[in-house]
Structure formats: C-alpha cells, structure tokens
C-alpha cells in the first residue's frame, strides 16, 4: 500500500470549527475499520445538525479526540497523525523523530544495496536526505511512502 497523506491538513489554527471538518475530509480518503467508519458517520451526523453552540462544546471536543484516534490509525508506518513537533497549529501526518531508532529493518544509501531476494522492510536515506521506505519481496521493492 502506498500512502499520499504525509504532512499537513490543516494548518494556523486549532479552532474545533476549522479542524473537524478537514480532519472529516481526510478521514473519508481512507479505508477505515467498520468501527471507525461508524464513528466517522456519528461525528459527521453530529456536525451536520450542530447548533451554534456545538464548537465550543464538550461533544466538539470529543469528537476531535475520537477525528485524532481514527486518523492516527491509518498513519503511514513510522509516522503518528497530530501537531507538527516545530509547529502546534500545523496538523497532519508527521514522521516520527526517533525513526532511527525504532527501524529495525534493512538501511541503504542506495537501492542497489538491497540484496537479491531480500524481504522485508528497506529505509532507503540518499545523499540529500531524501528518505523513503520500501517492502521487499523476494527482491522486489514497493514504495510504502517517501519524503523529497
């Protein structure tokens, strides 16, 4: 599987009124667990048919805690969904600080490092710190996501 949602959804603001309808919206792009699909469509009903006070409510929050669960769970692999670590106001998918850490898979600088019929996962860094994580199968790579 590859992923398109890295980084922000929305950003300059923590306002419930600008955050839960993007994070609906991004929500919505992706194949969800059937729990998760009925969360989102509670939330959805609930903003749909919100009065005026409904933003500065309780269930707002609420919802926003469970809009963070649901797109957390589809977060690429080593990456978390919430506040970008140099920017609280910028949401959105972020790859995890302590990659380097917790990788535990094949590291390359270049792909024809891999070696022949490898599987598993492949961190590929090049020279100009672009960074992109491969499944190996039997030698055969799939990009999973990358950051240029």
């Known amino acids: 599987m590859k992923y398109d949602n890295i980084g922000s959804i929305s950003s300059g603001t923590l306002r419930p009124e600008d955050l839960i309808p993007a994070m609906i919206w991004e929500a919505k792009?992706?194949?969800l667990s059937r729990e998760y699909r009925n969360q989102l469509r509670r939330i959805i009903s609930r903003v749909a048919n919100a009065a005026d006070d409904y933003w500065e409510s309780d269930d707002a929050h609420y919802d926003m805690e469970e809009?963070?669960?649901?797109?957390?769970?589809?977060?690429?692999?080593?990456?978390?969904?919430?506040?970008?670590p140099g920017d609280g106001a910028d949401i959105g998918f972020w790859l995890c600080e302590g990659i380097d850490e917790i990788f535990e898979g094949l590291r390359v600088n270049d792909l024809s490092e891999v070696p022949t019929g490898y599987t598993g996962e492949v961190l590929h860094v090049n020279d100009h710190g672009n960074t992109s994580l491969y499944r190996a199968v039997r030698g055969r790579l799939y990009e999973v996501w990358a950051i240029v």
């Open 29 to 31: 792009q992706h194949h």
């Open 67 to 84: 809009l963070y669960n649901i797109l957390e769970s589809v977060a690429p692999p080593y990456f978390y969904f919430g506040a970008h």
